[in-house]
C-alpha cells in the first residue's frame, strides 16, 4: 500500500474549503462509481513508473492509480453495455492480475425515448473505449474485472437512499427512468474522483490524459443531469445526492439537480463554479455502500483488484488514518 501522509498532504493541496453542513443519513446511501482517475496512452507509459506497487518514496505509482481507474471503469462499462445491448465485456477485456469475478445483475434497458437510446449507446461505447485504453496503457500489470453485484447493490442503496421502502426493491435497468438514476449515480462520482485524482499524478503527460477524461465524463454527467430534470426526478436525484454525501466524508459537497429554492442546478460547483473532487477512499465509500473503512462491499462485494483498496475512515475529512 502507500503512505497514507503522502495522500493527505497531496489532497489538501487542492481541496476547496467546504462548509461542515453535511446532511446526516441513518442508513448507507446510494453507491456511485468513479470512471478511471487517470489515464494515459500505451506509448505513454513505458516507463518504470508502470510497475503496479507503490514507489520507493511512499507515493501511489500513477499504475496503482490506472489500476484503481480500471477497477471503475469496469463497473461503467459493465452497467451501460448491458443497459444497451444486454450483455457486457467481451472475455478477452476481463483478464488480468488478481482474481476475477463475474457480474450479477443487468439486462437491457426498456428505452422509450430514441434521443436517450442514443445517449446510452454513445456513453456505453466511450465506457467500453475506456477499459480498453486503461488496459493497453498498463500492459501485463492491468488487474482483472473484480465481481461486480448491480442486483444487490441497487436495491440496498434505494432502500437506504428513500428511493423504495425497507423490503422493496430497485432495478435500474427496468426502465428509461429507473436507468437514468443509476447512470446519475455513476457519472456523477466519476467526475469528483478525476478532480479528486489530479494532485496525485507526478507525470504532466498523464495529467493531461486524466484532463481529457474527466471532460468525457462531465460530458456524460451534464447530459445525464439534463434528462432527469426534464423528466422531473428532481426528488429521488435529491435522494441520491444526499445519500452519497452520508457516505463520502464529513463536508457537504454532493448537490442535486435543483438547489434548496427549487432553482435549476444542472452543474453542481461550489460558490466560485468550481466542481469538487472525491479522494480514492471516498470513491470507495461510495462505491461500497459504507461510511466506515473497509475493503469490500456494495457494487464490490469482494473488493477490488490493485494496490488502492479501502474506504475512508468515518468522520475523516481525507480517508484512513
Known amino acids: 500500500m502507500f503512505d497514507n501522509a503522502f495522500i493527505r498532504n497531496a489532497v489538501d493541496r487542492s481541496a476547496e474549503n467546504a462548509l461542515d453542513r453535511r446532511r446526516f443519513f441513518t442508513a448507507a446511501g446510494v453507491v456511485g462509481a468513479s470512471a478511471g482517475i487517470a489515464a494515459l496512452s500505451s506509448s505513454v507509459l513505458t516507463t518504470d513508473r508502470a510497475s503496479a506497487s507503490p514507489e520507493e518514496d511512499g507515493a501511489v505509482s ?136 489530479a494532485p496525485l499524478i507526478t507525470n504532466k503527460t498523464y495529467l493531461s490524459a486524466a484532463a481529457g477524461i474527466l471532460a468525457v465524463e462531465a460530458y456524460h454527467a451534464g447530459i445525464i443531469r439534463s434528462k432527469l430534470y426534464e423528466k422531473g426526478l ?22 442535486g439537480i435543483v438547489t434548496s429554492s427549487g ?31 473497509i475493503d469490500k462491499g456494495g457494487f464490490f462485494p469482494e473488493g477490488v483488484n490493485g494496490p488502492i483498496v479501502a474506504s475512508g475512515n468515518p468522520g475523516s475529512a481525507t480517508g484512513p488514518a
Open 62 to 197: 500513477d499504475a496503482a492509480i490506472l489500476n484503481f481507474a480500471l477497477n471503475l471503469e469496469y463497473l461503467e462499462a459493465e452497467f451501460y453495455l448491458r443497459a444497451v445491448f444486454g450483455d457486457g465485456l467481451t472475455d478477452s477485456m476481463i483478464t488480468g492480475i488478481d482474481p476475477q469475478g463475474p457480474v450479477i445483475g443487468g439486462s437491457k434497458v426498456p428505452f422509450k425515448s430514441a434521443a436517450i437510446r442514443g445517449i446510452a449507446t454513445e456513453i456505453a461505447n466511450d465506457e467500453r473505449a475506456h477499459v480498453a485504453f486503461l488496459r493497453a496503457a498498463l500492459g501485463g500489470a492491468k488487474v482483472s474485472r473484480p465481481k461486480i453485484d448491480f442486483t444487490n447493490a441497487f436495491t440496498a442503496a434505494a432502500r437506504a437512499a428513500g428511493l423504495v421502502g425497507p423490503t422493496g426493491t430497485f432495478d435500474p435497468f427496468a426502465s428509461e427512468e429507473a436507468f437514468l438514476l443509476g447512470a446519475y449515480v455513476f457519472e456523477d462520482v466519476g467526475v469528483t474522483a478525476y478532480k479528486g485524482a
Open 234 to 255: 428532481q426528488v429521488p436525484a435529491g435522494k441520491i445526492s444526499d445519500a452519497r454525501d452520508s457516505l463520502d466524508g464529513p463536508t457537504d459537497d454532493d448537490q
Open 263 to 293: 432553482a435549476v442546478n444542472l452543474v453542481p460547483t461550489d460558490a466560485n463554479s468550481i466542481a469538487y473532487g472525491r479522494t480514492a477512499e471516498r470513491v470507495l465509500n461510495v462505491v461500497f455502500l459504507t461510511p466506515v473503512q
